[in-house]
């Protein structure tokens, strides 16, 4: 597969078709260009929607860009960089000169499909409120145990995401669901079981695992079953099972698949990094390996100070100065490298709330003050 052009072919000023979920109805974009390096198709929304047009006639002679006025947007249009992979659920329907000239600075990882006409409607209509999809459901692991205790089928339900997964049976989720198009799945560390399951939601367009395994090579989709898939997004998820979708997905990204598999970990690494709330960082692409390994070095130096000191029953005074040597360790390794941006920089706070968390319930009292102190301190010296 060529690198230098979009797996499907795509050329500037190309209009397309798909249809919206949330419209009921075909809705419209136009390609104003790409970013080879980045494998990035620039992508007008336009404003229209209506029955499938088959054609650049059938969308009428006023063809403009979707302009943005809801909430903060300020009259800019809708234009997005997207990866160029053209989605196998949108048709080129011919071509127009392109509607805008100017490059857009704007990504998102998903095409659009008609959401920001959606809400821009349902903004002119005079609603204030958020605009939600009718069709989509957020909810914890938690939550949907309970929907689970009911036995009740929600078969409007199309789009749905579940977080917080400790353990999940896929089977009972698609008795649940049986018309979803889009599934989004996270956990920490969780185990999903009857993976294989999934290959039963025939509508299936996108699926998205992060964080969970108990899943086998077996279990992996199966084009066949689910031939409606367009994108498939894996992270930290077991080794043998990434390896087994990529081969399975990777002849159909010509025809319009989206595949990253990122995060492909071992058995033996999972068992390593359960209590390693910076695990993310191995194999982060701006990280080096071996700022990752310091970094867990001095945060095993500081969980392991900071439970000393809550053990010995003290007043906790050396707790600011355990927290303003984490603080210091971190401006060294980032001075080296810079790898410490902003989602590095909450995760790392992120880990001071994990250990102290750890140290109050094997203490079994309430330890804000001590929790203050640590972050009192690291703040005091941090320059990241």
């Not at 409606?228 to 894996?234: F, N, R, T, W």
């Amino acid at each position: 597969m060529r690198r230098d052009q979009p797996p499907r072919p795509l050329a500037v000023g190309n209009v397309l078709t798909v249809y919206s979920d949330a419209l009921g109805a075909w809705t419209a974009s136009q390609v104003t260009g790409f970013d080879v390096a980045a494998q990035c198709a620039a992508v007008l929304e336009l404003d229209w929607s209506g029955t499938e047009p088959r054609t650049v006639a059938d969308l009428g002679d006023d063809v403009r860009p979707l302009r943005l006025t809801h909430h903060s947007w300020g009259g800019k249009v809708s234009h997005c960089n997207h990866g160029w992979i053209l989605p196998r659920s949108f048709t080129v329907i011919g071509s127009l000169p392109s509607l805008v000239t100017a490059p857009t600075y704007s990504y998102g990882p998903t095409w659009g499909r008609g959401e920001q006409l959606a809400r821009q409607r349902h903004w002119d209509s005079g609603d204030r409120e958020d605009w939600n999809a009718p069709y989509a459901l957020t909810c914890t692991a938690d939550e949907l145990a309970d929907e689970h205790t009911r036995d009740v089928v929600q078969a409007g339900v199309k789009h749905l995401t579940v977080h917080g997964i400790s353990r999940l049976d896929c089977a009972r989720l698609v008795s649940a669901f049986p018309n979803l198009t889009r599934l989004s799945l996270s956990g920490n560390l969780g185990t999903l079981t009857s993976a294989a399951v999934l290959n039963q939601l025939p509508r299936l367009q996108g699926l998205t695992i992060r964080d969970l395994f108990g899943m086998e090579p077996t279990d992996c989709l199966l084009p066949r079953q689910v031939p409606e898939v367009e994108d498939v997004s894996l992270y930290g998820i077991p080794a043998d099972y990434a390896a087994a979708t990529r081969k399975t997905w990777r002849p159909h990204m010509r025809h319009g698949v989206e595949l990253d598999i990122r995060g492909a970990r071992k058995a033996e690494w999972v068992a390593a990094n359960a209590a390693n709330p910076l695990r993310d960082w191995d194999g982060r692409e701006h990280i080096p390996r071996t700022s990752y390994r310091k970094a867990v070095t001095q945060y095993k130096a500081t969980r392991d100070a900071f439970l000393s000191e809550i053990a010995s029953g003290e007043q906790h005074g050396s707790i600011l100065e355990i927290g303003r040597a984490f603080g210091a360790a971190f401006n060294t390794l980032d001075r080296r490298t810079g790898f410490i941006e902003t989602v590095e920089r909450e995760e790392l706070f992120d880990a001071l709330d994990f250990l102290a968390g750890e140290a109050q319930t094997a203490a079994g009292h309430d330890l804000s003050t001590a929790r203050a102190a640590l972050i009192e301190g690291v703040d005091s010296i941090r320059d990241w």
